[in-house]
């Protein structure tokens, strides 16, 4: 499957230099202030409601079925229909899910954020209110990968859906699409199992990404064509 390895160490590369190390930056900076604001404490005593929870739940099912099935999906359609720019779009999004899940997880592994009381918890009255919005642990894989900043879900979301909207930036339609399914599953995370921040970095971080993946598939797409 040498496509979903297409450009893939230019890619890497773009993404840790030049004017796109401020978007890192940013993400970082977002993050510090929201945490010593108070900002992530505040919002998850407003967004820990049963109802919000409810919500929350498709979301997170899609965001961790999407990047696999829905990959797989449009390859197999791509075959089928014997459509080579379905398929190099399926290569492109493959890409972007698996950097943003490479990414965000390499971020986890030095950041070791405790993650906030499950929501499920919380909303039944079973679960203690305790504010460890300010709990990194900084070093490698002190606090694992699974949980942490920034969110992989949003990350893995915001990189597919810019990848697409980056490879067909004239589809007004795809794109409102894109970014309503990026922002539900950001939305849903943040209120269930991640910080307000986390979400925020992911949507920063999984955007550049999904830039730098689709503009750099954009013109085999067009060949494809």
Known sequence: MP??????????????????????????????????????????LATRREMFVQLAHPAIRLGTLLPVLGTLLLL???????????????????QAALLGSLISSSYKAFTGRLPPSRPWNVSQGTGEMIDSSHGFQFGFLRGGIFWGWPSSHTTIAFSMMLCLVALYPKNKLLTFAALFYALYVGLAVSVTIHWLSEFLAGAIIGSLIGTVVGQSFRTRL???K
């Open 222 to 224: 067009v060949v494809a």
């Open 76 to 94: 197999i359609v791509g075959a089928v229909a014997k459509k080579r720019s379905l398929i190099t779009s399926g290569w492109a999004l493959g």
């Open 3 to 44: 496509d979903l390895f297409y450009r893939l160490p230019q890619n890497i590369v773009a993404i840790f230099s030049g004017r796109n190390l401020r978007w890192h930056a940013l993400a970082i900076a977002l993050t510090i202030l929201i945490v010593m604001s108070g900002g992530d404490w505040s919002y998850f």
